[in-house]
């Protein structure tokens, strides 16, 4: 299980983020990441799994894709 301490911090303020909702409807989760100190947020949206919210959050400018 995935937990805040493997987000990267803020791109923009380099403050801590966390995971802030989590619903569920059949195998989705509804859920997004903010910064605690910019209030910086990914897109509220059904993603696949916490995993998946995760890389979006983490991704940065250059970073290759696997």
Known sequence: MMN???LKS???CKG????CKEYTYNS???CWIEC???GLQTEKYYYENRQE???VWNKRPGDRDE
């Open 4 to 6: 805040n301490e493997d």
């Open 10 to 12: 803020c791109p923009c």
């Open 16 to 19: 801590k983020a966390e995971i």
């Open 28 to 30: 989705d989760v509804l």
């Open 36 to 38: 605690n100190e910019c």
């Open 53 to 55: 919210m995760i890389n």
